[in-house]
């Protein structure tokens, strides 16, 4: 089975984004490191978007 399949909120693009985004603000904030969740949105859709085009 795989996670998709068992977790139907994995297959929701923009919760799937929230939570990475989340998870690397708060990880960097930890480390004193600020920045901004706009600029790890835009960091998000450049790697999605790099990814898609190494697929094809």
């Known amino acids: 089975m795989k996670l ?3 977790y139907p909120k994995l297959k929701d693009e923009a919760f799937v984004r929230s ?3 989340k998870s690397v603000h ?3 904030m ?8 706009d ?3 835009k960091l998000y ?3 999605k978007q790099e990814r898609q ?3 094809a």
């Open 19 to 21: 939570m990475v985004v």
């Open 30 to 37: 930890l480390e004193n490191q600020g920045v901004s969740k």
């Open 45 to 47: 859709t450049e790697v």
């Open 26 to 28: 708060g990880s960097m």
């Open 4 to 6: 998709r399949d068992r």
């Open 53 to 55: 085009l190494t697929k």
């Open 39 to 41: 600029r790890l949105e």
